[in-house]
């Protein structure tokens, strides 16, 4: 064989190999971004630019929807509730839904549902100065303190860490899972959460 041709064969090698590892690489970090784990994670504020409006996929039909007066009763009940706040604009709340509704069906419960869009739909104004529509969060806060006030355990939304009801009322954090036994809130979530961590969960507290 010619060095020409043994030069040109050890080239095509070096290239295979290159684009094999290159290829493999690509692999690994994709692998490693998808990867779905137990924390929590995902979650959107009122501050955020998620407007657009999921509502078809996110069926809460199988869940009992309260209001704020009625999710504060809740804490005033024997035995255990879950209490789910969200909003359909929500992409994560859109990715929780189902999991809330995989979990109810099999441990036998139902999930008390307070539709936070519609309290913020009840509260959006036109800014004459801006020419636009605005949130009146202050609005909102108003409506939900009576609850706010009882979702006491401690939790963590983005980098942000403190008492769920807190984090919720300052910055509207969504999705919000509440566990209520016996008129105490025991535990509870701001984010995502997959199935097997909240089967768990919940079952603790059944």
Known sequence: MKNSEIIEVKLR????IVIFGFVITLALIIGLYVKDGKTDRGTTDTTGNNTTDTSENYDVSKMNEVSVSEAVKLFDEKGT???YIGRSNCSHCVETVPVLNEVQE?????TQYLDLGKL?????YYDEDDKETKLNWAG?????????????V????????GKIGELFYNRGFTPVVVIIKDGKNVDGFIGYKNKDALTELVKKYL
Do not use: H, R
């Not at 909102?140 to 006491?152: A, C, R, S």
């Open 120 to 124: 913020m739909q009840e509260n959006y």
């Open 106 to 110: 099999e441990l036998g419960y139902t």
């Open 81 to 83: 509730s879950i209490l």
């Open 154 to 161: 401690e939790g963590k939304a983005n980098d942000e860490e």
């Open 13 to 16: 090698n070096l290239t295979f």
């Open 140 to 152: 909102v806060q108003k409506e939900i303190k009576p609850l706010t006030d009882l979702i006491t």
